[in-house]
């Protein structure tokens, strides 16, 4: 099994609910703090195949940043370009093995991977 990536922003509380839930039941993972380390293009692409070609999952639509865009029915590409210009866009947390990767809303979804 692949190491356990958690997308994670300690400012959040279903983030940090998700972070101590994983430390609980002894799951070995890394934490990327990803508004610290964005993401690449390449690096959300691949994180929106494992959610099942849902880069829609990934959006949140409610701030700021997405209300300028003015879009209604985003493509992914433009999901994408979005989170990359404004990281604080991405969902979180997100739970990533690798193969799988899952919305931690709630955050037991997290233990969907281990």
Sequence with gaps: MSTLTLYHNPRCSKSREALALLASRGVKFSERRYLDDPLTRAQLEG????????????????????????????????IIDAIVEHPRLMQRPIADDGEYAVIGRPPQAVLQLI
């Design 47 to 78: 994180l929106a195949r494992r959610l099942g070609d849902d880069a829609d999952q990934m959006l949140r639509r409610d701030e700021s940043e997405w209300q300028a865009e003015g879009i209604d029915d985003p493509t992914q590409a433009q």
